[in-house]
């Protein structure tokens, strides 16, 4: 079985996020990255499955930021065989419409050997949850997103779809498919730094040359604003004990205390 | 004249709140414009259910066996060629475990440009605006939808879902759908294990997020529930790295709790967390960044390390 899983990182968002002067985007100069959590849960997802019943791990992604070699050895530290990245003149830091790295993804994935496409439900920057689905349709396979859980069956798996409340289905879905990844059955793994650093010296990262973007429908952002602060909380200010005071007054006004 | 679609959406039986939401958002576009609002439901023996979709002024309803039960590929089997046949102006769908799945596949097969994530929806000289959450709630955008078909996904809870049940019965028409090859087959569908703790009854919650940090932590929040009369409840990854029950999460995926007090601690207020308990009483947020969005729906913020807020709130509530 061959497990492809798209990564991409997004920025820290514990960082502070700055608009750039056009109003636009984010200034990508105060930006730090990280792996999208999702991501680390599909990686998560397809290395349970390589070791239950054997598979093929390779992860790929279209690198946007410059960084993301930083990923892929990382990945290969926790156990995928292999790295691809696509790579071309994109505009470092700069969000990429989701149609264009949809299509540049599905382009690179369609000539590789795959029984299962891994996808993050959704990026934490652009909160689109589109690629899964989009790959879906332009690799013409069938696909389940909000996937909690794959087990292998003949020829098909059977994947765990959470709706809401608490609700799942099982769903069985001849391969090969598209999931659109949650969470793992169980906490993504650590790599140890040693075994990065091994990664980086004795791994290679295919990589992709994209000359030309591909044609895609975006509606393009106008603005992005910080939302205004109406209706923000009220800051209690002081250290815990002032604060812990403050608390308390307030919930005897309301009678929880 | 403009035609706004509106994808229902149901599971066990029901028509979603989420469903009723983005029916009224769509009613307000189309009184606007001058439009009409076409709700779309999927299903197996839901005729009954199309008489709801009350601020609709026509419903088509696709009855198939394979739809009882939603699939991605059957449901985008089945909706493909409705929304390539009508050419709608907008279609909405919700942004949620289902609508995920749909949206953004029909978008890529029909070359439709699609905004996720909407909270806000107007019309503007005959242009669609939109304003979405991006990076993880922290920032907004704005964006207008060019001329021609396009498509929304529309966030639970940023319209009224009174509006959208509102109205007299629409028309109902069944339009047929031939399901043929599919892959992908449903199975069985699991109810949540009961759980001697129900968050959604607790008048008091003390929610902790990714700062706790370590299971063992948990032991300060279970502390201070008790102090405060309350049950403990968590953000999606706590109980994804296994440290409380599912049943314990609060939000999209979870539950959605109303308590007298929602105490959140280290969590950061990521729009699917937000969901599930910002119509709490009464919202009190500790976060050590200033930025969280989490501040944006508390009553009260503490920009402080949670531990030792907790610690002081513990102290003076046992003397
Ligand atoms: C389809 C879908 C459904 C989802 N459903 C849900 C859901 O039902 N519920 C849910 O919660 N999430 C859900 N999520 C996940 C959601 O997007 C976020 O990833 C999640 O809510 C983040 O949890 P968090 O706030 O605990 O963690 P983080 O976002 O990592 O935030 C941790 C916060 O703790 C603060 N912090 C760190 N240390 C301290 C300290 N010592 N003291 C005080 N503060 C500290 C940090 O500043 C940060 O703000 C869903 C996602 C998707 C895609
Ligand atoms: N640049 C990229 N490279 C690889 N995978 C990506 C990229 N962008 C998005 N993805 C994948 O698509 C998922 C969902 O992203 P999105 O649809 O943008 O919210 C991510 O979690 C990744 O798995």
């Known amino acids: ?257 | 004249m403009s035609t706004y679609f509106v994808i229902a959406e149901h599971l066990q039986g029901a028509l979603t709140e989420t469903t009723f939401e983005t029916l009224g958002a769509a009613r307000a576009l189309a009184d606007a414009t001058g439009g009409e609002v076409v709700g779309v439901l999927l299903g197996h023996g839901v005729q009954d259910m199309a008489g709801q979709l009350a601020a609709a002024d026509r419903v088509l309803v696709a009855d198939h066996p394979a739809l009882e039960h939603f699939t991605p590929e059957a449901y985008n089997a089945a909706l493909e060629p409705l929304l390539q046949e009508h050419q709608p102006r907008l279609t909405l769908f919700q942004n949620t475990a289902i609508g995920m799945d749909l949206a953004a596949y029909l978008a890529a097969r029909l070359n439709w440009p699609l905004i996720a994530y909407c909270n806000g929806l107007r019309a503007e000289d005959g242009a669609i605006v939109t304003t979405s959450q991006i990076y993880g709630g922290k920032v907004f955008a704005e964006c207008r939808l060019p001329e021609g078909p396009g498509m929304v996904t529309v966030l639970a809870g940023a319209f009224p879902a009174e509006a959208g049940q509102a109205g007299d019965a629409p028309r109902v028409e069944t339009v047929s759908v031939s399901l043929d090859g599919l892959r992908t087959r449903f199975e069985e569908l699991h109810e949540p294990e009961a759980e001697d703790v129900d968050i959604t009854k607790a008048d008091v919650i003390v929610a902790v997020g990714r700062g706790i940090q370590s299971e063992d932590n948990l032991e300060l929040a279970e502390e201070l529930a008790q102090a405060l009369g309350g049950v403990v409840a968590a953000s999606r990854p706590i109980v994804d790295a296994g440290w409380l029950p599912r049943m314990r999460q609060v939000g999209k995926s979870g539950q959605k709790v109303k308590p007298k007090l929602y105490l959140a601690l280290g969590i950061s207020g990521a729009p699917e967390h937000v969901e599930g308990m910002k119509d709490s009483e009464l919202i009190i947020a500790v976060n050590t960044d200033p930025n969280a969005p989490i501040f944006d729906v508390a009553h009260y913020g503490v920009v402080a390390d949670l531990f030792d807020v907790a610690e002081a709130l513990l102290e003076r509530l046992e003397d």
Not at chain 1, 20 to 36: H, K, R
Not at chain 1, 128 to 154: F, N, S, T
Not at chain 1, 202 to 231: H, K, N, Q
Request: charged letters at 30%; one cysteine or more.
């Open chain 1, 1 to 257: 079985m061959n497990i492809v899983v798209a990564v991409k990182q997004v920025p820290d968002l514990i960082e502070e996020l700055e608009i750039n002067e056009e109003g636009t985007g984010l200034d990508p100069d105060v930006l730090s990255f990280v792996l999208n959590e999702f991501d680390d849960h599909a990686l998560e997802e397809a290395l349970l499955l390589k070791e239950e019943a054997g598979a093929t791990v390779t992860v790929v992604g279209v690198d946007t930021t410059g960084e993301l070699d930083q990923a892929l050895y990382t990945a290969i530290a926790k156990g995928a065989d292999k790295a691809v990245k696509i790579v071309g003149d994109f505009e470092e830091g700069e969000r990429m419409p989701t149609p264009i790295m949809a299509r540049l993804l599905a382009d690179a994935i369609r000539e590789m050997d795959y029984d299962l496409v891994f996808v993050g439900v959704q990026a934490a920057d652009d909160l689109d949850g589109q690629v899964a689905p989009m790959l879906a349709a332009l690799l013409g396979l069938p696909h389940v997103g909000v996937v909690v859980g794959v087990e292998k069956a003949d020829g098909a798996v059977k994947v765990h779809k959470e709706f809401w409340g608490g609700i799942t289905a099982d769903v069985l879905v001849e391969t090969p498919a598209v999931l659109g990844i949650q969470a793992a059955r169980q906490a993504p793994r650590y790599a140890p730094v040693s075994r990065v650093r091994q990664a980086m010296k004795e791994a290679t990262i295919e990589e992709i040359e994209v000359d030309d973007l591909p044609e895609a429908p975006d509606a393009s952002v106008c603005r992005m604003f910080i939302p205004e602060a109406t209706g923000r909380a009220e800051m209690l200010e002081g250290d815990e004990e002032a604060v812990a005071g403050k608390i308390v007054e307030i919930l005897k006004e309301r009678g929880l205390v």
